[in-house]
């Protein structure tokens, strides 16, 4: 151990003695001190003159893996300089012939390689000092600064370090010119970064290359998350070349084989592989998250739903050649698995098999004019070239249809959850910018195989609104759309088209029956079969129009409430409030030279704006952020009703009621005479029986009913959640319609759906430092901290040159 101590303090020495080492510690300073300070100066900035806005700047600062943060870039500069670093650290013994020296003294190759190893990791320990010296300062201009979470990633750093360093030992090792054994490391260094992507399409060496690729390793540390296999990783691979420097130098010492130097060339790697496939089990992985808000762990509502899937799990994924949406090849099924480690870490036994098929229909339009004269089998081969695949590895249709029916799923990317006791369930890839399902989707589809969910029935008769229709009245896109990510089916509930007439039994197995707008009066056995449900505790929302609201009179009245005559209208001035001059739900600005008069006559004034009341926000979390949305003091949100009826109660029924919307104008009134919005303008006329004031649009009942907490929503107008207003888009109006839906249902659901995948939120998001200061310690470490080490190194190369 002496003899390696003093061969590292000799190497450390001569780094120290060169220009190199010198001008790359300057540069690391320069460029790390850029990063850190511009991002710090612009936060400063943003705080103090834009009144703060900041969340989250410990990892903003450090582990922003989106290319801002610290971290992130020191990875890619570590992957510049150290073959620079590295190159000389054998090849110059070679060159200068010194290695006689080392090879006669009483060591062994073993002392040689782990003395100037040690040397380099000395070194590094310089620049990480650096490094932390940004970690502490940050630390005292920021309020409770996550230290865990960052200094997790600066441990990531300093590991990829010692393995860059022993890559490049080994390298240095190989060649008597030191810029070739730098050019050799950066070829070994592309080659790990990208080698997770090759030979992926062979099951047999697929975990091998992907484990061994090196660029993920320290993004794991990075996000603040220690995983045994990410830390044994950078063990088993920085011990695995520093066994190959060993052998090498050996090699020279000794006179064997060819065939004897790579069967333990060889020997050495295999061992490794062996190590890294153990430890990269799933149930022999340990793991340590530590951000604040535990970003990398599934929420504890996902952690409860694993917990209660007993037995086994499988999860085949089926990929068409010819999907749509979303798609992946045989060389991406290690990079789709990863999508499911944290689910994999509280239940190690889950069985990851994918499924690769061709198959569209040829009889369709596009397949003739995109493969004319062709058959499926032909067009699947041009397909697999052109995607860059081995078409060998996809089967036809017909030998999996037998397994599974993926008619209903449009033969798209779905992945089948299949439990050992034979509950099963898709889970769906999504028409948005994102595409795969994420952890609330995720947790939905297992809990849905875990547990019976709620069962929601949307009544057809009498032309109601239904979820098989697809005109913008009806309720299909937000329901039962399998590519809309936010869908109640793909939010774990069952969904059901509700015909009295077909079958008046399907109420029994509903949990919620929704009723809107019906456009014709029901029978008596129709309402007798109605009321029974009521009476039977399960839950209800009933969906009104001003002009049909008639129909559900008698089911009002079992409840105790009735709609008000009339069509809600407030005032111009109230539509135009604070939404002219701001930005619309889809982001667009009104035209340059509107004038507010233009942006008034734009809308009838019986598009009612409403927002969620103080009783509302108690309900559940959901009912709570919708209420944050509609009371923000600039441009706030609203649920947008284009004709809506006011919603009284007239009898105590025993229920708990308690209003959810009001309108957002207190002078808006209940019009009884106007016709055309359009043309006509209304005015309050209280003769006529128009009253003005604050009005409710909608309303939450509760009570204890047959052994049940039932539960009750009316709203007064039915469009509110139809698919026509969810997907509107009108210039200057902020809409959160879509956020009503989901807040309908998870109360109505008990909190059961959808999953509550929130986190707390981020604490360190104030700054004690100026913008000032902020730049004059921009200054300080940018140019005077590198001045300062140009200045020490050259006196100190000064003075040795003169002994």
Excluded at 171 to 194: G, H, Q
Excluded at 622 to 639: F, G, K
Aim: aromatic fraction near 12%; charged fraction near 20%; charge should be neutral.
């Amino acid at each position: 151990m002496r003899a390696i101590y003093k061969i590292a303090r000799l190497e450390l020495s001569n780094l120290f003695y060169s220009p190199i080492a010198w001008l790359v510690l300057i540069l690391f300073v320069f460029m790390t001190a850029m990063n850190f300070t511009d991002v710090l100066w612009g936060y400063a900035r943003s705080q103090e003159f834009r009144g703060g806005g900041l969340s989250d700047l410990s990892r903003t600062l450090f582990f922003d893996m989106t290319g801002r943060g610290l971290w992130p870039k020191v990875t890619n500069l570590l992957y510049m300089i150290m073959p620079l670093l590295t190159m000389g650290l054998i090849s110059q013994e070679f060159s200068r012939g010194s290695i006689k020296l080392l090879f006669v003294a009483p060591i062994t190759s073993r002392h040689i390689v782990l003395g100037k190893f040690l040397g380099m990791l000395m070194y590094g320990v310089v620049m990480f000092v650096v490094l932390l010296v940004y970690v502490v300062l940050a630390g005292c201009w920021i309020e409770s600064f996550d230290w865990a979470a960052v200094l997790t990633g600066l441990l990531g750093l300093y590991l990829l370090f010692a393995t860059y360093a022993a890559i490049g030992l080994f390298m240095s090792t190989l060649t008597s010119y030191p810029i070739v054994a730098a050019i050799y490391m950066l070829a070994l260094l592309t080659f790990l970064r990208f080698v997770s992507g090759l030979w992926q399409e062979y099951t047999f060496v697929r975990e091998i290359t992907y484990w061994l690729a090196l660029d993920r390793r320290a993004g794991t540390f990075i996000n603040g998350m220690i995983c045994s296999e990410d830390f044994l990783y950078f063990a088993i691979m920085t011990t695995m070349f520093l066994g190959f420097a060993v052998l090498k130098l050996q090699f020279i010492r000794e006179r064997r084989s060819l065939l004897s130097k790579v069967g333990r060339f060889l020997g050495v790697f295999v061992i490794a592989m062996l190590l890294g496939y153990v430890t990269s089990r799933p149930m022999l992985r340990l793991y340590y998250d530590s951000t604040h808000t535990k970003s990398n762990t599934l929420t504890q509502a996902s952690q409860d739903i694993v917990s209660k899937l007993d037995g086994g799990l499988k999860i085949t994924t089926y990929v068409n050649l010819f999907g749509s949406v979303y798609n992946i090849t045989p060389a991406k099924v290690m990079t789709d698995i990863a999508r499911y480690n944290s689910y994999i870490r509280f239940k190690p036994e889950i069985e990851m098999d994918y499924v690769f098929y061709y198959y569209t229909d040829t009889t369709d339009g596009y397949f003739q004019q995109r493969f004319p004269h062709k058959t499926l089998k032909e067009a699947a081969k041009e397909m697999a070239k052109f995607q860059g695949v081995n078409v060998n590895k996809y089967v036809p249709l017909s030998k999996i249809d037998t397994e599974v029916d993926l008619r209903d799923e449009a033969y798209r990317f779905v992945a089948l959850l299949e439990r050992e006791s034979g509950e099963k369930t898709f889970l769906r890839v999504f028409q948005d910018a994102q595409r795969v399902p994420f952890e609330t989707e995720i947790s939905a589809a297992l809990k849905r195989i875990t547990m019976k969910l709620p069962t929601v029935g949307f009544l057809s008769d009498h032309r109601a609104r239904t979820i098989t229709g697809d005109r913008n009245r009806d309720y299909s896109y937000m329901v039962s759309e399998k590519l809309f990510r936010t869908a109640l089916i793909n939010q774990g509930f069952d969904v059901a088209d509700v015909k009295l007439s077909r079958d008046p039994r399907l109420l029994d197995h509903l949990d919620i029956l929704v009723i809107a707008e019906p456009m014709e009066p029901f029978t008596d056995t129709e309402l007798d079969m109605l009321f029974r449900y009521v009476e039977s505790g399960k839950n209800l929302i009933l969906a009104g129009k001003p002009k049909t609201n008639g129909y559900l009179k008698p089911l009002m009245d079992r409840l105790g409430l009735a709609f008000e005559a009339g069509i809600l209208v407030q005032g111009q001035d109230q539509v135009e409030k604070g939404r002219a001059d701001g930005p619309s739900v889809r982001g667009s600005l009104p035209s340059p030279g509107s004038t507010k008069q233009e942006v008034e006559r734009e809308y009838p004034v019986s598009l009612y704006l409403c927002k969620v009341t103080n009783e509302a926000k108690d309900l559940s979390r959901l009912w709570s952020v919708l209420y944050r949305q509609t009371r923000a003091p600039e441009w706030p949100y609203a649920i947008v009703m284009p004709g809506a009826s006011a919603i009284n109660q007239v009898e105590d029924k025993g229920f708990q009621v308690t209003p959810l919307l009001i309108g957002g104008d207190p002078t808006g009134w209940n019009e009884l005479e106007t016709i055309d919005f359009i043309n006509e303008i209304p005015q309050l006329n209280t003769q006529a029986g128009e009253r003005s004031g604050v009005k409710t649009t909608m309303m939450a009942l509760e009570r204890e009913q047959a052994g049940k907490q039932q539960r009750v929503v009316v709203i007064g107008d039915a469009d509110a959640f139809s698919m026509g207003e969810v997907m509107a888009n009108r210039r200057g109006i902020l809409s959160a319609n879509g956020g009503l839906i989901m807040s309908m249902f998870e109360w109505l659901s008990y909190g059961e759906l959808p999953i509550d995948t929130s986190r707390p939120n981020p604490i360190d998001n104030t700054m004690t430092i100026g913008a000032e200061g902020a730049e004059s310690v921009k200054t300080i470490l940018q140019w005077i901290l590198p001045a300062l080490i140009l200045l020490g190194g050259v006196l100190l190369l000064i003075r040795r040159k003169g002994k």
